[in-house]
């Protein structure tokens, strides 16, 4: 038989010899041999689904991810054992939703080690129904959300990801490795572990499981897991913030020697005294949860807090190289309210906005002549608003909301492709006459990835009426590609590849385009620092996406393939669209497995 579980909520799904609770459609015989298909035929075919109500199976048509994404992870371990840890799970991943929409997971560990796991594609609140939240027992949890990438939407791939060797392994990771190809290489001919997805994720997973499997002990100790967590990161090149779980052990937390990815860890004192702890991408979840005491994980450290003595335990596991966390987080991703690397992400899109009207006033000679040639400072909402208040502030201009959004409608650069960001744009967004109609406009974003959402908002406020519509960049010109997790564009596909200032322009139909300076992008987050107990010597940024120059290295082989990767995805989303496509030629062209009973076959 072929095919991957795609969903599965409530216990794990039952071991070999159990009694039949799923149907599995061979690919090989049912969906290869068609040439045109119906959807949902092609879905069950490689679809697994849970027969028992509790199942809630999903099913997906089994296609190649891209990398692992931007995403959120949590975790939690509550001091009462009969605690149920599900329910501020996910309450825990609605405060950290932006983070990703694409797809959900929880795992619990129960009273006697007993893991239940629910995860699927689709927001928190669609994943997680109360009959499959009535299955996740246990006082403690991992949870986690995906943001989705061109192509890559296959439930397989959603975490949590667990392995029951050894002493059952559960993580959720958010980043990207950068030397991925390596580590299969050695997972499969070194460990012989299967790896069943194209995540980097579960290499991930399955590299830490190799180091654990190395004690060769009946029970492990902390010990133990920070030794196998050397290891992993003298191995593991990229990006990684990750929350663990050891099956009726405790939860896990580590990060990468650059601290590329956030992560951070909070307490929350009971009415008796005892402490509950929880792990999470962005402080957000920790302040509106009770978390009050809370600290950054540091770059190449890792935390274990034992569900037994229920005190977290700390190891710096290798030195940090350069604490330099992304720079995009401060400018896009995160959410305002949170504090990371003790850097306000509000704080920082305010002086963002402020040096973005100084270069403004900078290129037009003065005050003055900026207000004779602007008229009105409007955001593209979200992000931007706080940034481009302050630049209204600064310029002395009106800020207006000429854009009203549709709440319902995701974001737009990581649509599957250029046709549906147009639409998806027009959906999203409705210009106000009232606030375009016979002015000049200066309208600010948070960045320009692709130039395809940038070129219908200026079109949409030339229809409202708009005189003039000048574009200003909170973030510098985006001229090279993101490595550590989050899917702006193929290189070539960015809208500053190879163009200057007065192309950008014209290529978005603008009047004019400003963007921000790196220099004063960095200042702008240097100057937003906490001071007191969330102070952090942050020593720079991750800035390869303006600079090219990436703080792990990464080989021109490895760019390479993953503009492959990100080519054969868009190919296989468009294909896949289209209910009359040959699935022999997605799955061939996506896929190229090789067929490992040619390794599992002796002499």
Same mark, same amino acid.
């Given at each position: 038989?072929?095919?991957?579980?795609?969903?599965?909520? %409530?216990?794990?799904?039952?071991?070999?010899? &159990?009694?039949?609770?799923?149907?599995?459609?061979?690919?090989?015989?049912?969906?290869?041999?068609?040439?045109?298909?119906?959807?949902?035929?092609?879905?069950?075919?490689?679809?697994v689904?849970? &027969?028992a109500?509790?199942?809630? !199976?999903?099913?997906?048509?089994?296609?190649?991810?891209l990398?692992?994404?931007?995403?959120?992870?949590i975790?939690?371990?509550?001091?009462?054992?009969?605690?149920?840890?599900?329910?501020?799970?996910?309450? %825990?991943?609605?405060?950290?939703?932006h983070?990703?929409?694409?797809?959900?997971?929880?795992?619990?560990?129960?009273?006697?080690?007993r893991?239940y796991?629910?995860?699927?594609n689709?927001?928190?609140?669609?994943?997680?129904?109360?009959?499959?939240?009535?299955?996740?027992?246990?006082?403690?949890g991992i949870?986690?959300l995906r943001?989705?990438?061109?192509?890559g939407?296959?439930?397989?791939?959603a975490?949590?990801?667990?392995?029951?060797?050894?002493?059952?392994?559960?993580?959720?990771?958010?980043?990207n490795?950068?030397?991925a190809?390596?580590?299969?290489?050695?997972?499969d001919?070194d460990?012989?572990?299967?790896i069943?997805?194209d995540?980097?994720?579960?290499?991930?997973?399955?590299?830490?499981?190799?180091k654990?499997?190395?004690?060769?002990?009946?029970?492990?100790?902390?010990k133990?897991?920070?030794?196998?967590?050397?290891?992993?990161?003298?191995?593991?090149?990229g990006?990684?913030?990750c929350?663990g779980?050891?099956?009726?052990?405790?939860?896990?937390?580590?990060?990468?020697p650059?601290?590329?990815?956030?992560?951070?860890?909070?307490?929350?004192?009971?009415?008796?005294?005892?402490k509950d702890?929880?792990?999470?991408?962005?402080?957000?979840a920790?302040?509106?949860?009770g978390?009050?005491?809370?600290?950054?994980?540091?770059?190449?450290?890792?935390?274990?807090?034992?569900?037994?003595?229920?005190?977290?335990?700390?190891?710096q596991?290798?030195?940090a190289?350069?604490?330099t966390?992304?720079?995009?987080?401060?400018?896009?991703?995160?959410?305002?309210?949170?504090?990371?690397?003790?850097?306000?992400?509000?704080r920082?899109?305010?002086?963002?906005?402020?040096?973005?009207?100084?270069?403004i006033?900078?290129r037009?000679?003065?005050?003055?002549?900026?207000?004779?040639?602007?008229d009105v400072?409007?955001?593209?909402?979200d992000?931007?608003?706080?940034?481009?208040?302050?630049?209204?502030?600064t310029l002395?201009?009106?800020?207006?909301? !000429?854009?009203i959004?549709?709440?319902?409608v995701?974001?737009?650069?990581?649509?599957p492709?250029q046709?549906?960001?147009r639409?998806?744009?027009r959906? #999203?967004?409705?210009?106000?006459s009232?606030?375009?109609?016979?002015?000049?406009?200066?309208?600010?974003?948070?960045?320009?990835?692709?130039?395809?959402t940038?070129?219908e908002i200026v079109?949409?406020a030339?229809?409202?009426g &708009? #005189?003039?519509?000048f574009?200003?960049?909170?973030?510098?010109a985006?001229?090279?590609?993101?490595?550590?997790?989050i899917?702006?564009?193929?290189?070539?596909?960015?809208?500053?590849?190879?163009?200057?200032e007065?192309s950008?322009?014209?290529?978005?139909g603008?009047?004019?385009?400003?963007y921000?300076?790196?220099?004063?992008?960095?200042?702008?987050?240097?100057?937003?620092s906490h001071?007191?107990a969330?102070?952090?010597?942050v020593?720079?940024?991750?800035?390869?996406?303006?600079?090219?120059n990436?703080?792990?290295g990464?080989?021109?082989?490895y760019?390479?393939?993953?503009?492959?990767?990100?080519? #054969?995805?868009q190919?296989?989303?468009?294909?896949?669209?289209?209910?009359?496509?040959?699935v022999?030629?997605?799955?061939?062209?996506?896929?190229?497995?090789?067929?490992?009973?040619?390794?599992?076959?002796g002499?």
């Amino acid at each position: 038989m072929s095919g991957r579980v795609a969903s599965f909520c %409530g216990r794990m799904p039952p071991a070999a010899g &159990a009694p039949p609770q799923t149907l599995v459609a061979t690919a090989s015989q049912e969906l290869l041999g068609l040439r045109r298909y119906d959807s949902s035929v092609a879905r069950g075919a490689v679809g697994v689904w849970g &027969a028992a109500p509790a199942a809630g !199976g999903r099913s997906s048509v089994d296609v190649r991810l891209l990398t692992e994404l931007r995403c959120g992870v949590i975790g939690l371990l509550l001091a009462d054992p009969m605690g149920i840890a599900s329910a501020e799970l996910l309450e %825990g991943t609605h405060y950290l939703q932006h983070r990703g929409q694409d797809a959900a997971g929880i795992i619990t560990s129960g009273p006697g080690g007993r893991l239940y796991m629910c995860k699927g594609n689709g927001m928190a609140r669609d994943v997680f129904t109360q009959s499959k939240m009535n299955g996740l027992v246990g006082n403690m949890g991992i949870g986690h959300l995906r943001y989705p990438t061109a192509g890559g939407f296959a439930n397989s791939e959603a975490q949590p990801f667990y392995v029951n060797s050894p002493y059952g392994l559960v993580l959720s990771h958010n980043g990207n490795l950068v030397n991925a190809p390596a580590l299969k290489k050695y997972l499969d001919e070194d460990v012989h572990r299967h790896i069943n997805t194209d995540s980097d994720s579960e290499l991930l997973l399955n590299v830490f499981a190799s180091k654990l499997q190395e004690t060769n002990k009946v029970r492990i100790n902390d010990k133990d897991i920070f030794t196998a967590l050397k290891g992993v990161y003298e191995m593991v090149r990229g990006a990684y913030a990750c929350a663990g779980m050891l099956a009726g052990y405790g939860i896990i937390g580590f990060r990468d020697p650059h601290g590329i990815r956030p992560l951070v860890l909070g307490s929350r004192t009971r009415k008796d005294g005892k402490k509950d702890y929880m792990l999470a991408s962005e402080s957000i979840a920790l302040d509106a949860m009770g978390f009050k005491e809370w600290f950054d994980i540091k770059p190449g450290q890792a935390v274990i807090i034992d569900k037994h003595n229920m005190t977290p335990v700390l190891q710096q596991i290798v030195p940090a190289e350069a604490y330099t966390p992304d720079i995009f987080e401060y400018v896009y991703f995160a959410r305002p309210d949170s504090v990371m690397d003790g850097i306000s992400v509000y704080r920082s899109r305010l002086a963002m906005g402020d040096s973005l009207a100084k270069n403004i006033i900078k290129r037009y000679g003065g005050l003055d002549k900026v207000k004779e040639a602007i008229d009105v400072v409007i955001p593209v909402p979200d992000t931007s608003r706080h940034s481009a208040l302050q630049a209204a502030v600064t310029l002395d201009l009106p800020y207006r909301e !000429g854009f009203i959004k549709n709440r319902y409608v995701g974001r737009t650069f990581i649509m599957p492709n250029q046709q549906e960001r147009r639409s998806s744009v027009r959906r #999203k967004l409705n210009a106000m006459s009232l606030e375009f109609s016979g002015r000049n406009v200066l309208l600010v974003d948070d960045s320009i990835v692709r130039g395809t959402t940038s070129k219908e908002i200026v079109q949409m406020a030339k229809e409202a009426g &708009a #005189k003039k519509v000048f574009f200003a960049s909170c973030a510098p010109a985006i001229r090279h590609n993101h490595i550590y997790g989050i899917d702006l564009a193929d290189t070539k596909a960015l809208v500053a590849y190879d163009r200057d200032e007065e192309s950008i322009s014209k290529e978005i139909g603008a009047d004019g385009v400003f963007y921000q300076d790196l220099d004063d992008l960095i200042a702008a987050c240097n100057e937003s620092s906490h001071s007191g107990a969330h102070q952090v010597n942050v020593e720079g940024y991750e800035v390869g996406v303006f600079t090219g120059n990436y703080i792990t290295g990464v080989e021109e082989s490895y760019l390479s393939y993953l503009e492959e990767i990100r080519g #054969k995805n868009q190919r296989l989303k468009e294909l896949g669209d289209r209910a009359d496509t040959a699935v022999s030629q997605v799955l061939g062209e996506a896929k190229a497995e090789v067929d490992i009973g040619l390794y599992n076959q002796g002499d």
